[in-house]
């Protein structure tokens, strides 16, 4: 903590306040800092876990792979655990996160009981319901313009070893908001306890609901009786790729850690980008080298470069947008933005997950309703659209789009609002109030800023 709070003080009052870490999961570029940032070098462990009260004290830093290896063999998972590796338990509750527990146990911030923040005023305040809780509520959705979370108390559920799945096929968006909604409030589907609950649009008339029910591995289990009691569990860290089987199998039988990563080892579908599709260059790549956050470093190093931009103008392609975004729609408006998606975009597959706040409380940052269930759309890749393509005009659509819908969007990739739809989205307000209490002298870059400016 004293290597921290030393380069806090270190950092020109003028100069920006960043994390300085090797990682990161943000996908809208930033004006150069030449400040130096945060150490935060010390912060990326496991405190404790508390088996009997089911808790973890976590540092801030500390990314949701290594949480995950020190809670696994205690049978026992965060509440909401992100689909990539290198995302950090602060960064899931400052910049939000989203799995397939979301049904259930709503966003990661839900299941936060405490968290030690850095404040603008270089202060460590501990914040939860019971004190500073407007900096407790308002934390959230705010990607550091508000502090940075140092150390975060968390809950933690009981899990068996195997999760079973079910991909059940739905013709229409209609159809499957249908099935959601029904699973949303029972908990089961077709008399069968569900656990995780996401899903995929393939095509217009192609999409998947995957039903995760968590499992011992016994004779429930998928394949189970045909192989002498023993599961035969699948394995997407080789040549097979994990969203294929979503339309290739019915069923499924996954370790609880496999599940975890089911998503990280291709970057959902995006490794085909470097031709990982491809069998012959997947038995090359190594499997260590299979991870969301290489691939991620392989993306800034052409936006560095410019590669596929100078390739694509040498064959006379037309200039492309980077489309990468998690929208949030409420389940009755789901088949009005994937027809609209269809006609205006056309980018396909489409990640769905669908989510409700946990209880009553709301969060203004990113406010949602409680008791609506609502669907993360999660696309990601470009689209061809000529000299435009610096304008951004199909992220603009769909910010516009998103308005008609009543939507929001995640704001770890770029956004082009202007600042009072954007006040008015993430009520900026609340945030302004409460940066002025707790960063009086505004040395940490604003939301808006962060978000739009590129600050």
Known sequence: MSRLLESYAAIPAAGSVRLAKRTSNLFRPRSANEAPGLDVSGLDGVIEVDVVNRTADVQGVCT???????????????????QLRTITLGGAVTGLGIE????????????????????????????????????????????????????????????????????????????????????????????ERIDGLDGVAFEPGELYLTLAQWSD????APDAASSGGHPLVGDYTGQQIYYRSVQERETDLLTMHDYLWRWDTDWFWCSGAFGLHNPRIRRLWPRRWRRSDVYHKLVGIDRRFGIIDRIDRRRGLPARER???????????????????????????????????????TWPTYPLEPGTTYVNAGFWGTVPVGDNADHAPTNRAI??????????????????????????????ANLAGVKDRYDPDHRLTTLYDKAVRRH
Not at 65 to 74: D, F, I, N, Q, S
Request: hydrophobic share 40%.
């Open 100 to 191: 397939a527990t979301s049904f259930r146990n709503g966003l990661p911030h839900e299941s936060v009981i405490e968290m030690d923040i850095l404040t603008g005023a270089g202060e460590i305040v501990t914040a939860s319901m019971e004190q500073h809780d407007d900096l407790f509520r308002t934390f959230p959705n705010s990607y550091g313009s508000l502090g940075y979370a140092t150390r975060l108390k968390i809950e933690l559920e009981p899990v068996p070893a195997y999760v079973a799945l079910r991909h059940v096929r739905f013709d229409d968006a209609a159809q499957l908001g249908k099935a959601v909604e029904a699973i949303v409030e029972s908990g089961e589907w077709e008399g």
């Open 399 to 428: 910010e516009a789009e998103l308005r008609v819908l009543g939507g929001h969007k995640s704001l770890y990739s770029e956004a082009f609002y202007g600042r009072e739809e954007f006040d008015r989205l993430y009520d900026g």
């Open 323 to 361: 489309v990468i975004q998690d929208v949030e729609v409420s389940i009755a408006d789901l088949p009005a933005f994937l027809a609209w998606f269809d006609d205006n975009v056309g980018m396909r597959p489409v990640w769905l997950c669908p989510l409700r706040l946990r209880g009553e409380r």
């Open 217 to 220: 591995g016994g004779s429930e």
């Open 64 to 82: 949701y792979e290594h949480l995950v290896e020190a809670t696994l063999p205690h049978g026992l998972i965060p509440l909401v655990v992100p």
